[in-house]
């Protein structure tokens, strides 16, 4: 076998690796569409994706590559995963998308008859429970509010004050000063 064969042997199995690489990120792809992820967990997930292609495109570059790691192997594995990714990627993302919204659509019938008996029970439960909580809530805030209004009232609380003598002692300079008097 000549060196130009063997070159082009070399490039088409980098080529299909990045075939089953690209496969392999639509499971990635998969989890996230099932379980919407916080950006920097999509980070994280892509950086080990990315180390795991790299040991991978290394492990091969060994054993197809003779020990010579060349930038066209690179190249050729991008061109393997965007061919992929353009052509069945699409497909198989098309049709994951359609099973899993059908299959969320099938658990929320089934979920929503199932457990429709045990939400009617619980929220009367629930109502049961919580009227002393909303009674004692209701007490309070009537004792509270009637506190409240008692102090109003009180002659002793600075703002009821009705003597001005404070604002007329006040001195306007670079910052304001004045006398505080015990409030009688």
Request: glycine share 6%; with cysteine; hydrophobic share 50%.
């Amino acid at each position: 076998m000549n060196v130009e064969t063997s070159l082009i042997w070399q490039l088409a199995c980098f080529s299909v690796c990045g075939i089953f690489l690209g496969a392999g990120y639509e499971v990635l792809r998969v989890l996230r569409t099932v379980i919407p992820h916080h950006s920097f967990i999509v980070g994280v997930e892509d950086t080990f994706y990315l180390a795991l292609c790299g040991l991978v495109l290394f492990g091969l570059s060994m054993e197809i590559g003779n020990g010579i790691f060349r930038a066209s192997y690179l190249f050729s594995a991008a061109v393997g995963a965007i061919v992929y990714f353009l052509t069945v990627g699409r497909l198989v993302k098309l049709v994951y998308t359609m099973v899993i919204k059908t299959a969320i659509k099938i658990v929320k019938i089934v979920f929503g008859k199932l457990l429709k008996p045990v939400f009617k029970v619980f929220v009367s439960f629930a109502h049961k429970i919580a009227f002393p909580f909303v009674h004692f809530y209701k007490i309070m805030n009537n004792k509270i509010k009637r506190a409240e209004a008692a102090l109003k009232k009180h002659r002793r609380i600075l703002y009821n004050n009705d003597n001005k003598l404070e604002r007329d002692e006040v001195v306007n300079v670079s910052r304001i000063e004045g006398k505080i008097r015990k409030i009688q």
